[in-house]
């Protein structure tokens, strides 16, 4: 997962290029702006798995934007995988955040199973809901949302919370709010489970054994454009650069790993 620095200003007016009136008009459908999201997100990446889908023009279908916050009801989400991190009751009363529905910074474009199998109707925070609210930013410091989000300049960069060692990712930090933060948005979206998400881990052990020779060759070029936004598992690949530059005998056991896991796994 990474972040896609965008200011709120500049995000509205991509939305005006691609449905003029939208902000405004009374009647609209979010699927007007998908493409913008599309676009933003690394050229059709899932903001959550970081998986790359198809193009604006071919890739509707298996991308559905998904409202960060839910619009039409809140459920409690299980972290019986993580007890050690104390999840607010979702209140018996609540409905949902209904006035973040046409939210521009309340929208993600994310695979189907990111959105509707995994994240579906749950949000866990470790403050206190406001279901009322109508500012994401706000809500923020209110809520303390366990779950990061990608877009915009508001939340924590995504990459100061999470990284990777070898085809696993991992809190940055050791303790606190920010480590909660890293904990279970992985577990949240299995990124860390070979067996559900068995596809994320073979696409990113094939991506760090192409990746390794480049670095040792310092193919420039080519490492700029596996590390760049628009690449699919860029954190992980930018991770194990970092693990190159300052370990490369780690550096090495990690690309070994990768390839015995694309034998193994094949």
């Known amino acids: 997962m990474i972040g896609y620095r965008i200011s709120k200003e500049d995000l509205e ?11 405004t008009d009374a009647k609209k459908s979010w699927s007007d702006v998908k493409p913008v999201y599309m676009r933003l997100q690394g050229d059709s990446k899932c903001g959550y798995c970081e998986r790359k889908l198809e193009s604006e023009e071919f890739g509707k279908g298996e991308q559905a934007v998904d409202h960060f916050r839910p619009k039409n009801g809140l459920k409690a989400w299980d972290n019986a995988s993580l007890p050690g991190v104390p999840v607010t009751t979702v209140p018996p009363d609540a ?7 046409y ?10 199973p990111c959105n509707s199998i995994l994240k579906r ?7 206190a809901y406001h279901t ?10 209110e809520e303390l949302p366990y ?7 508001f939340d924590e960069n995504p990459e100061d919370l999470i990284r990777f060692n070898a085809l696993s990712p991992c809190p940055v930090h050791a303790e606190g709010y920010c480590r909660n933060r890293a904990l279970v948005t992985i577990a949240f979206f299995h990124l860390d489970d ?16 192409a990746f390794y020779p480049l670095l040792k060759a310092n193919k420039t070029y080519l490492i700029q454009a596996y590390t760049s936004s628009s690449a699919s598992h860029t954190n992980c690949l930018r991770s194990f650069k970092r693990v190159y530059e300052n370990n490369p005998i780690l550096a090495e056991q990690y690309a070994k790993a990768a390839e015995d896991w694309v034998v193994t796994n094949s």
């Open 13 to 23: 007016k991509e939305i005006n290029k691609q449905k003029k009136g939208w902000l």
């Open 95 to 101: 409905k949902g955040y209904s006035a973040l529905t």
């Open 103 to 112: 939210h521009p910074l309340n929208y993600v474009a994310a695979c189907n």
């Open 121 to 127: 109707d749950f949000f866990p925070v470790a403050g």
């Open 132 to 141: 009322d609210g109508d500012d994401p930013i706000a809500l923020q410091a």
């Open 147 to 153: 779950l990061i989000y990608p877009i915009g300049n």
């Open 194 to 209: 070979e067996t559900k998400r068995k596809n994320l881990f073979r696409e990113r052990a094939l991506l760090i054994s």
